[in-house]
């Protein structure tokens, strides 16, 4: 069965640090894969997706992603987190035979200043 | 302003009172969807319409009900409410389904006592 894993509940990192959020999926075919955050009271936004192509992908507000297929993994990077990032993020992989999203557990980021 | 509308966005009801949470779209999509989020679970697909009249279960719909009498409207029911469906409830809708940037409301946090 399709299947995302995000092995980190909590994290905490400091203002300015850099940081990588990891995420792995569990898809027979190709995926399609998504980064989404939450920001506290609001709904998810999407900060970037894979279809195809170039394994590293750029989003929304810095971020960036990068498709591993050997390790099943679409680990979620920022070269430098800024206090507004601090919000709950979700990994979710497309699952074609059910035309839906599925979503893993979140990680939540904690920024200190 | 391109939005997925969501009312109310908190209510503490009593168990058995029927209520109905209402999800609006003005973007003109084909797929809407209802999940519920609970800690350490991520989010759960409740039901799913992919266009008018057409609904389907996801994958928690016990003791939900949806309807989709009209494209942008998408209003989730809880005919029976009991404190197992406390939770935040999220409705998203997409241009053709899950493979599409979902947008997402900003959420109804349910409390049944």
């Known amino acids: 069965a399709q299947s995302v894993t995000q092995p980190d509940i909590h994290i905490t990192v400091s203002e300015g640090a850099s940081l990588e959020l990891r995420c792995n999926y569990s898809?027979?075919?190709?995926?399609?894969l998504f980064w989404y955050v939450q920001s506290p009271g609001q709904g998810l936004q999407l900060l970037l997706k894979?279809?195809?192509?170039?394994?590293l992908v750029q989003g929304i507000k810095g971020f960036e992603a990068e498709f591993k297929r050997s390790q099943s993994s679409f680990n979620l990077r920022k070269p430098s987190v800024h206090w507004s990032d601090a919000a709950e993020y979700f990994c979710?992989?497309?699952?074609?035979?059910?035309?839906?999203?599925?979503f893993g557990a979140g990680t939540r980021l904690a920024v200190h200043p | 302003e391109a939005q997925v509308t969501q009312n109310p966005r908190y209510l503490i009801t009593v168990t058995g009172k029927k209520l109905t949470v209402t999800c609006s779209q003005n973007?003109?999509?084909?797929?809407m969807s209802w999940y519920r989020q609970d800690p350490g679970l991520g989010l759960r697909q409740i039901y799913y319409?992919?266009?008018?009249?057409?609904?389907d279960k996801g994958d928690v719909p016990e003791g939900y009900k949806v309807s989709r009498k009209e494209k942008r409207n998408f209003p989730l029911i809880l005919e029976s409410p009991s404190p197992n469906q406390t939770s935040l409830y999220f409705c998203?809708?997409?241009?053709?389904?899950?493979?599409?940037?979902?947008?997402f409301g900003q959420g109804t946090r349910l409390t049944v006592v």
């Open positions: 998203a809708s997409s241009l053709t389904g899950g493979a599409d940037e979902a947008f």
């Open positions: 898809y027979g075919a190709t995926p399609y």
């Open positions: 894979y279809f195809s192509g170039d394994t």
């Open positions: 979710a992989v497309f699952s074609g035979g059910y035309n839906k999203l599925i």
């Open positions: 973007m003109n999509h084909e797929y």
């Open positions: 319409s992919m266009n008018v009249e057409v609904t």
